[in-house]
Every structure is written in C-alpha cells, then in structure tokens.
C-alpha cells in the first residue's frame, strides 16, 4: 500500500524559503507523477504543480515565478520549494501521487500546515 | 486560461436525498474532469475520474456524468458520512484547476 507522508519546518518567516519533502513508501516514484496542492484557510485546493520521475515540471502560473520542484528517485521523495513567501501562503500543504491515464490524484499524504509569520 | 465554474458552493439535504452539483468549463474540456471529496481533517480521496468512472472502493451512490464543457456529480441517496466539500478538477491543459467547491451539510 502506497503511503505519502509531508515533512517540513510548520512556521516560515515572511520572504523567506517555504521547503517541504514528500517520502513515498510501498510503491515506486516511477510512472506517475507528483503533484503539490495546498489549503489556505477558509478556502478550497489550490494545485501548486506537478513533478515526474523524469525531472520535467508543470506550475500554476500564479506561483511559477516562486516555485521550484524537485524528485529524487534514489530516496523516493519529491519536494517543494516556494519562496519570498508571505501570510497568503499560509495553508494545508498536501503531497499526492497523480495517475497519467486521467491527471487525478489516487493517493495523498494527510497534509502538513505551514503557517507563515514572523 | 480555462475557468472551472462549480455551484452550488454549499447545499443542506437531508439524509436519503438526491444530490447534484455541477461543474462548467469555460472551453471544451473533453471529459477530462474529475471530482473529489474532502472530510475535514482528512486529506481529499478521488471519487470519479474522466467524468464518469467511479474511482477505486467508491459507493455506487455516487456518479458523475458530462462532457465538453457540463458536468454533473450526483449523490443518489445522502448519507450521514457524505458531510464534506466536493470539488470538480479539470486537466485538460496538463495545469490542473480545481473548481471552487461545493460544502455538503446534512440536515
């Protein structure tokens, strides 16, 4: 059984380096792809961007410019890396493994909460 | 950049009820739509995927149906533990977009 599990600090500063890991166990990083979607408070999922084995990327738009991702097939982990953050980045950070046949998520990790604030 | 349009935002029914949402693309999105449930405290699970397939251990009261840019995800018979948000997600363009929810009370 696939289980996905978020890692990272729960407090970043403003404009400073958002950065989480996904560690992926019972199933290989090969064949999907890896997808970030958050939850700000009070409002509903927002995809971040997706990430394949092969290394190539596909980001919001919104956020393409403070984004960065990145897979290490060796460790099966993938992760995140959002900067100049602020308090609107605030949110629910979900890891979840994408199914190419259709682009939905099939498995998500249970979510990490980042709270950006000085 | 396609718009994904989900109404209602949030609906009161009561246990045994026919519930429908809809989802609308601003383009034709083929039926390259899927639909989510989210528990709160819990991570979403994927309920229906290319519109209509019912997603792995899902119950048959839950359905979806559409194509182009209209779709629609039905629950036959309301039960107490379908209190969550359902949202539609299109991936039409590889750049997923989730529509902005539905909230599922019971009353």
């Known amino acids: ?118 | 950049d396609i718009q994904m349009t989900q109404s209602p935002s949030s609906l009161s029914a009561f246990v045994g009820d026919r519930v429908t949402i809809t989802c609308q693309a601003s383009q034709d999105i083929r039926n390259y739509l899927n639909w989510y449930q989210h528990k709160p405290g819990k991570a979403p699970k994927l309920l229906i995927y290319d519109a209509s397939n019912l997603g792995t251990g899902v119950p048959s009261r839950f359905s979806g149906n559409g194509s182009g840019t209209d779709f629609t995800f039905t629950i036959t018979s309301l039960q107490p533990e379908d209190l969550a948000t359902y949202y539609c997600q299109q991936y039409d363009t590889l750049l997923l977009i989730f529509g902005g929810g539905t909230k599922v009370e019971i009353k």
């Not at chain 1, 059984?1 to 600090?9: A, D, F, H, N, T």
């Not at chain 1, 890896?34 to 919104?62: F, H």
């Not at chain 1, 953050?85 to 099939?106: E, K, P, S």
């Open chain 1, 1 to 118: 059984q696939v289980r996905l599990q978020e890692s990272g600090p729960g407090l970043v500063k403003p404009s400073e380096t958002l950065s989480l890991t996904c560690t992926v166990s019972g199933g290989s990083i090969s064949t999907y792809f890896w997808t970030w979607i958050r939850q700000p408070p009070g409002k509903g999922l927002e995809w971040i961007g997706n990430i394949y084995d092969s290394g190539s990327t596909n980001y919001d738009p919104s956020l393409k410019s403070r984004v960065t991702m990145s897979v290490d097939t060796s460790t099966n982990q993938f992760s995140l890396k959002l900067n100049s953050v602020t308090a609107a980045d605030t949110a629910i950070y979900y890891c979840a493994r994408g199914v190419r046949d259709y682009y939905g998520m099939d498995v998500w990790g249970q979510g990490t909460t980042v709270t950006v604030s000085s």
